[in-house]
């Protein structure tokens, strides 16, 4: 008996699928790739990123050997640095372990550093043509609103309904079309609010369209506001660059390059006094030449920062491994938090305009 809910999805899919660099590649490398890539941005958003980083790292080899610099400075502006510092971890033990193939199997793939039942779902079913479901975001509210389920799917018994039913309707036969075509559904038609539903292949069947509960389904748990952070980040530009050094792994920005900075309990209106301390300048008096705020927005938290500024060409440094001086290009160059790239474009810019004014 053929399952009607895979033939109208996998019929849809045939269609409508979008054209996207990392489809029907045959390769698990870039499928991996993409998927960790996407999993935080949209394609749009995240195609540019994919096609440099796989220009850059085009195989698993090259990706094992890069240098934690060099990774860091393809993935800025994605986020969530750690997933990129686990595609590498887990370059070198697909070397290690496996000869540098990447494996083949479920339980193997889910074995790798960053890896989840989602990604390895996803890997398994488009590169090996394992029947096994990929659950993501976009998956969860289209089953969701298929089956008109009241229970949350951001915990287990709401996760566990959808994967009963994904088990029951995979395509044996084209497990990765089945997984892609309805992530496809949930990223072009069946969205959070503009959902799409006249244009839905699975619209004859669907509870909550039927029902109207597009806009209470899928029930979730509900995020937590940002949290609103100040943080002062103290700029020493002079003829060798700017001031800065690279964060260790212990913070979101772990492994990125930035300037030193304190945080406070409220927007600070003079400078703070721990520049006046900072351990490795002269003792000279620095002069302050501007400030710069900048909000930034994470998912977690909202950031705003000041940036206090001193221009001195006199400013030295006491030898410090940790300290370096990097000019505008060079620190764009390395992996760098958005926050301080846009610092770095509203200086420049704002340098050239004073200049154009003189």
């Known amino acids: 008996m053929k399952k009607l809910f895979s033939h109208n999805i996998l019929s849809w899919y045939k269609k409508s699928a979008r054209s996207i660099p990392w489809r029907n590649t045959g390769d698990p490398y870039k499928t ?35 240098t934690e610099d060099d990774l860091l400075s393809v993935w800025q ?33 889910l074995e790798l550093k960053g890896i989840g039942p989602y990604t390895a779902g996803a890997i398994s079913s488009i590169s090996f043509g394992i029947a096994m479901p990929a659950i993501d975001g976009n998956v969860k509210r289209v089953i969701s609103r298929y089956l008109g389920l009241t229970e949350n799917v ?22 990765g079309d089945f997984n892609q075509a309805l992530m496809e559904i949930g990223s072009l038609i069946c969205k959070p609010k ?37 943080s002062n980040f103290m700029i020493l530009a002079n003829s060798k660059g700017y001031l800065c050094y690279k964060r ?29 301390d900072f351990p490795f300048l002269n003792s000279h008096e620095l002069i302050l030449d501007s400030t710069i705020s900048i909000k930034h927005q994470l998912s977690h938290r909202t950031i705003f920062a000041k940036f206090w500024v001193y221009q001195n060409a006199e400013t030295n440094i006491v ?15 390395k992996g760098i938090p958005q926050l301080i790239k846009k610092f770095i474009l509203q200086s420049e810019t704002q340098s050239i305009a004073n200049q154009k004014t003189k």
């Open 194 to 230: 503009l959902y799409l539903c006249e244009s839905c292949p699975l619209n004859d069947s669907c509870v909550a369209y039927s029902k109207n509960l597009q806009e209470e389904i899928p029930v979730k748990t509900l995020k937590k506001k940002p949290i609103k952070v100040h």
């Open 248 to 276: 260790d792994n212990s913070s979101i920005w772990k492994g990125l390059y930035e300037f030193p900075n304190m945080p406070s309990k409220s927007e600070l209106v003079s400078p703070p006094e721990w520049v006046k």
């Open 154 to 175: 951001d915990k287990q018994i709401g996760v566990k309904l959808i994967l009963e039913f994904l088990k029951s309707e995979i395509s044996e036969k084209s497990p």
């Open 32 to 66: 991996w790739i993409s998927e960790i890539i996407m999993q935080q941005t949209r394609v749009e958003q995240g195609t540019p990123y994919y096609l440099r980083f796989v220009e850059k790292f085009p195989d698993i080899y090259s990706l094992s050997e890069a």
């Open 319 to 333: 030898a410090e491994k940790k300290y370096l001086w990097l000019k505008g290009m060079q620190l764009s160059e």
């Open 77 to 109: 502006g994605l986020g969530y640095y750690s997933r990129a510092l686990n595609l590498k971890k887990s370059a070198q033990i697909i070397m290690r372990k496996h000869n540098g193939v990447f494996p083949k199997t479920y339980p193997e793939i």
